[in-house]
């Protein structure tokens, strides 16, 4: 019994990472608040939701396209220096296209997909917005104006589009094209990963007209590891205790022809003690180890 109990524990256990994973789609749970602004208690957000409503200058719906863009950290990984980023970053529609954006968030921080620049008569703040915590799914749906535009496509969480999360939206043929979104147009600012932080702190100094600065990575004195140490001199005193062995050898064998054990023993500690007496006298740095052993 107590087996059934504990086998069926560990099943749970190990099965929550992979529930916790699951997607959860957030599009039937979405409750209307009205003007295109709809929630679920779980954080999913959808503004601006517009399936009908022709833009001013529309007289038609041109096309109508479904597109599933992914947010996450993982998309970010080919682009150096980028934290988060969609899985796409340029988009084209003809105007008057119908646009419904399934987002899906594969992240478990918040993400948004959230567009600017749209008429404010027909979205809220010029918004068309989605926003969910991941690992989730959410959809909405615009209606593109005419003209030809390029609308910015970002995450508003804060750094989120900073450290790669921006995208740009071309209605028509657009109006150009935004800056520092990854693999599309240059970097604002430009992330330089060949300089070395005493070069980049001399940088700074030059810049700033300071004096030379105090070199940054020997000014931390380096304390030696006593480990070590005790190493190299133990490996000291060992090889010249061989060679001392290796030379006192020949003598000793003859000195001590016809002694009893116990002589041997008696000369052999006397001559010890001798030598490290001598050693000590010395007053050499590699015998502190013996020193040690002796006083152990
Ligand atoms: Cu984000």
Request: hydrophobic residues 40%.
């Amino acid at each position: 019994m107590m087996k059934l109990v504990s086998v069926s524990v560990f099943a749970a256990l190990f099965s929550l990472p992979a529930f916790a994973l699951d997607y959860q789609d957030h599009d039937g749970l979405l409750m209307n608040h009205g003007d295109g602004h709809l929630m679920d208690m779980a954080g999913g957000m959808v503004m601006g939701n517009n399936p009908d409503t022709l833009p001013g200058g529309c007289d038609k719906i041109s096309e109508t396209k479904e597109i599933t863009v992914h947010a996450g950290h993982k998309y970010a990984e080919k682009f150096p220096g980028r934290m988060f980023t969609f899985d796409t970053q340029e988009f084209q529609f003809k105007p008057c296209t119908k646009l419904t954006v399934h987002f899906i968030n594969d992240d478990n921080v918040r993400h948004q997909w959230m567009m600017h620049g749209l008429p404010k008569y027909l979205y809220p703040k010029g918004m068309f917005h989605l926003e969910i915590s991941g690992p989730a799914k959410i959809s909405g749906t615009l209606i593109l104006p005419p003209g030809d535009k390029t609308y910015l496509v970002h995450c508003d969480i804060a750094q989120h589009m900073e450290k790669g999360m921006k995208a740009q939206l071309k209605v028509g043929k657009g109006d150009g094209d935004l800056p520092s979104i990854p693999n599309v147009t240059a970097n604002v600012i430009t992330d330089d990963y060949k300089i070395t932080l005493p070069e980049l702190l001399a940088k700074a100094h030059e810049e700033a007209n300071l004096p030379e600065p105090v070199a940054v990575v020997d000014a931390v004195p380096v304390k030696k590891p006593v480990a070590v140490e005790n190493d190299s001199s133990f490996s000291g005193v060992t090889v010249i205790g061989l060679a001392l062995g290796v030379l006192v050898a020949p003598f000793l064998a003859r000195k001590f022809k016809g002694m009893s054990p116990a002589e041997v023993a008696a000369y052999l500690f006397e001559l010890s003690k001798s030598i490290v007496r001598f050693a000590i006298e010395m007053g050499q740095g590699w015998f502190k180890t013996a020193q040690t052993m002796l006083q152990k």
